[in-house]
Structures are given as C-alpha cells and as structure tokens.
C-alpha cells in the first residue's frame, strides 16, 4: 500500500508500536513533544519539519519563515508546559538561493528564539530542490507539573487560550488573493505567529494537567486530547471565542467561518484542561500576562467530541490532519 | 551572491556568527553537537539531515537508510564524549512510497538505537519528492569530561579508532558497479555503519579532551580540529591505519589510496588526542571493548596540519567539506 492511501494517522500509529520504550521515557511518540527522566526533571524534546512548497505560502518573506521555523517548534514545547532552553536546525537549501535570503532567514530565527529564552545552537546544511527546515526544540519541565495529551479528567474545565481562526483565514486571503485591507491581523497570524510558551509554563505551575497546541485545528486537537485521555469532551458551540476579523471575513465572502475555527489549523494557541475549582484562579492569572482564556466546555466520562448548539449534541467530525493528500 | 557560489562552509561561519550564545551554552555551532549546561551536567544535542538522491547510493535498502539516519546522529554524540539518552526524526516521504518500506525503515531505526542505548521518542512526517530524514540526537556528558573540537594542545598524541578509508571505497565500489565479490566489508562499511560510543566515552572518562568523528575526511577532519583548537597538527603518513582492502581495491584498480583514507569521508571512526603519558592506558583500554586505536602523529604550537613522508614534511590540503557543489 502506499503512504498516501495509509494515511499519516496509521503511520504514527506505526511509528508508535515500532519504537520501544526506554525506561527514563515518560511520555513518547503520540503527544506534542517527548519527555524523558533524567533525574529531578524532564527534557523535553521535538522536532517538526517545513517544506517551502507546503507550508510557506507564496511570497513568505525570509524573515517570516524564520519565525514559523521556530514558533512551530516552541510552541510543542510550550504545549507539554515547559520552559524552552534551545533549537537545532537541519536545513535544505536549494543551491541557486541568494545568500542574503539565508541572511535573514536565520537572524530571524535567532531573534525569535531569543524572544522565548531559547538560543539556536546548531544545525546541519544540505542541498534540497526546495527550502526544508527541519527544526528540534529542547526544554526542561518539572516533575509532577506535565502538560499531556492524555491529562483529561471527568470534571474538568476545558479552555483556550485567544481567539480562533485567524490564522487559517489569513492563509485563504493569501492563497485565494483576497484584499487584504483590514485583515493584516489574520495574514500576521498565519505568517508571523507567536507560541504560547509564558502560558503554557503558567499552566503547568497553576495546576492544570492535559494541554495540546492548536496545529490541526480545534477539532482534530480535541479528538487527539478525547482519544489519548480515553474520555468524552463536550463543546459549547457558542462559547469558542473567535476571531472577530474571521466573521467578519466570513460574512463578506460567505465563507463558514467553522472551516476557520474548528477544521483548519496553526492558530498556535492553547487548549488546555484544568479542575473546575482552579479555573477561576487560572483564568486570572493568564489574564495579569495579557492573555484572555475561554472555557469553551467540560470533561466527563466516555469517549469522543460532542458540540453543543442552540440545546442539540452532536458529534464533532474528526477530519484529522493528513499531511498526504 | 548564490549559496552554491558562496559555500557550506562560509555558511555554517554566517550561522556561527548570527546565533547568539546563551549563558548555559557551553559549546554551540561549530563542534560536533552542542553542550547546554543543565545544573550538573551537559546536555549534548546534534542534528543530521539525510536526502535520498544525496545520501544515498542507489540500491540502498530501507533498513539500511535506517541505520544511517541513526548512526550519523549517533556519532556526534560519541564525538562530544556523552552517553546517548534518544533520538526524534522528522521525516519526508514521497506520497507513493510503499508503506512497508517505512515499515522496515523504522524498525531498523528502532534496533540500531537501542543497540547504543538509545531510544526513538518522536519525529514529525511530511510529504516530500525525495525520502529525507531530519533527526536529532540527545545525550548527557559529565562536566569537565566533554570531548571537543578545540581541546587539542600541543604535545598530545593524535589518533585514530579502526581503519580509514572503507566507506568511500565501499562508496566507490557501488557508484562504479565494481565487481563487490571480496569486499563485501567495505560495502557495509557504507551502507551499514557503526557509531563509536563506547569509545567516546571510553576517551572522555579516561582523560582525552578533544575528538571529532570521521565525516568529512581525514584531512578536513584534521583542519578543523586545527583551526577551532588553534594548533598545528603533524601526521606521520605511514602509520595512518588504512583499511587493508582499501590497499587492496587501490592496487587492483589504480585508485590512490588518499583519496579514500584522507580526501572522503564516512568512516565514522574517532579522531582524538590526549597527553601522551595517558596514550598508552587509554589504547590498552580501547583494546579490552575490542577497538584498536593508532598513534598517528601529534599536535605542536603553531597553525595548520602537515604530513611526513619519507622524511619530507608537507603541508595537508583541506579540501573541505562542501554539500554545495
């Protein structure tokens, strides 16, 4: 069979039964990032690959990859509550490239990474047909104060942080050549993003336990969260807070302004779960950082995602994340 | 001015450059992997990154693109003296990849890790035209035991694990379609290598302070340590261990036998030095895990590295390491 009628999911779902587990491994393959022991803490590591072709949009300034090579990295880091220490960077570079492009490219980097405590410290060249950025990020976490996947609990609080869709409207302005005036917010967020690494620190020292990054979109995000927390998380539909500048958008051009919010990704913000008691205190202190978090609805017990609108329940559709298309 | 006209290595000193150093950065761009102070003990990182049309010679099976895309990873950790703790890969696959190729390439990756101790914890899967794998390896080294490309000082030993010049023989041998029968070794010198871990820790606990694995060739391997050790290397030619096949091979078909054991690379042994009232215990030591290390010159004051022959000393050329060509 081939990879593209297997699917990405079966092939980490392979990936995961093939690779062994060691004992310092805390968390591996299937969650944002991977923890291992190694004594008093936990390093954790991940890597994420970007190919010019497939995730830049065209005319994606150096500048701007630069950044998204870093935020998609940081911000794996950021989901598992950790404090970011530093990156390494395989890169491919096509041999006709301007030497400046590369110029920019990695002082880019350099300073975003800075932005988040986290320093480059090495890397690899190649020659490739298209730019590929294959970038790892490290970072320490404490013990006992672990965001996961798999963290849910029946009771709990479920939030976000800001505010949805923004980013994968700015991709359908690019892609579609849509006027962008009025909507530089929702290009900046697709190509300049930020990773929610203060947060996700703030998350995991205040007490809350199970947080994914939101990459595929909220509800391929929930169902990951629903499938590695083996329980049933039920959404009010009114309650996801999204981007006003992506209804607006969306009322224009008649767009489904849940194509956006609930089925598109690289909003970069984060979903996280928490007890019912402890939300309250939690809100408040993202808000003293400048950072607005919703609850957008709760845990129980079960299996699935469930939206709540106008007093029906339905299934939210998982439509996944396939990179092979 | 084009990345192909400018060079890798006029590259990799722009990176240098333009990353700044962090205050728990104790070795960053330039060395083998990097060392990040983590209270106690350094944490060692590296990345690789392998394209199939580049890195690998036709033919090459998936278990054996396994193998390498652990083993270079793997090696620059040996190189820094640290134990390996894991690894992660990002990797590209061409949508009509058959899916047990993945299949045995992951199981490979999988074995050959944890036959140096190591675990697989993660990794990120992309579409791409070409098979490339990104990966990233971690390990911890002792403080005031890490092995580095600038620890070499005048009056140390220079020396080499194992015998030089198999790989790019057995590179040759496929590249031409030479007929294999008899050098099969030099083959799986190739396309099945080996990372000498054991060793670099071996060098790093017994008093050696400075190593570099066998990438780019002997020579350009030597002008590094030179340049970041700031010192003078001096190589006796006729005690550099050459793999007998390769003489052999050389002999047969007219080849220069430099080319293979000075000018390419891959072999993956440790070039290291140390003082040399510790040569002695720290070779005997190799020999009892079953390495066999050569003394194949010494370092002295000054700048450069030179060669002996038949009483004549001349300088190395280094003719680099360039992936843009």
Redesign the interface.
């Known amino acids: ?4 009628e ?1 699917g ?1 999911r079966a ?2 779902e ?2 995961r039964r ?5 004992p ?2 805390k968390v ?2 299937g ?1 944002d ?2 923890a ?1 022991d ?1 004594d008093g803490r936990y ?1 954790i ?5 970007l ?1 010019a072709g ?1 995730h830049f949009p065209h005319g994606t300034t150096a500048k701007q990859m630069g950044i998204k090579a870093v935020i998609v990295n940081l911000s794996d880091i950021a989901a598992m509550g950790a404090a970011p ?2 990156l ?13 492009f ?2 920019r490219m ?2 880019s ?2 300073v975003t990474a ?1 932005r988040y405590g ?13 730019i ?1 950025i ?1 970038g ?1 990020a ?1 970072g ?1 976490a404490k013990k006992g104060q672990l965001l996961t996947r798999s963290g849910a609990k029946p009771g709990n609080v479920i939030a976000v942080t800001g505010q949805l869709g923004a980013a994968s409207a700015g991709l359908k302005i690019l892609l579609e050549r849509l006027p962008p005036k009025g909507y530089e917010k929702l290009i900046k967020a697709q190509l300049e993003p930020i990773a929610r690494v203060r947060e996700g620190m703030l998350l995991a020292k205040n007490g809350a336990r199970a947080a994914i990054d939101l990459t595929d979109g909220l509800a391929a995000n929930l169902w990951q969260v629903s499938r590695m927390s083996k329980a049933k998380l039920i959404i009010d539909r009114y309650k996801v807070p999204i981007h006003p500048l992506v209804n607006k958008l969306s009322e224009r051009h008649g767009f489904d302004v849940e194509e956006f919010a609930f089925f598109s990704g690289e909003d970069f913000e984060m979903l996280f779960t928490l007890r019912r008691d402890i939300w309250e205190k939690v809100r408040r202190a993202l808000k003293r950082i400048g950072t607005d978090a919703t609850a957008i609805g709760y845990v129980s017990k079960g299996r699935g995602v469930y939206i709540q609108k106008h007093g029906t329940l339905e299934k939210l559709p998982d439509r996944g994340y396939e ?2 298309k």
Chains 1, 2 share one sequence.
Do not use: C, N, Q
Request: avoid cysteine; charge should be negative; aromatic fraction near 8%.
């Open positions: 069979m081939k990879v593209s297997f990405e092939l980490v392979l990936a093939t690779f062994k587990r060691g310092r491994i591996g393959i969650d990032a991977a291992i190694i390093l590591v991940t890597t994420d690959m190919v497939t220490l530093a390494i960077f395989s890169v491919g570079l096509p041999r006709e490239l301007d030497v400046d590369v110029r990695i002082r980097m350099d800075r986290a320093y480059v410290v090495g890397g690899d060249l190649d020659e490739t047909d298209d590929t294959a790892a490290f320490l990179h092979f």
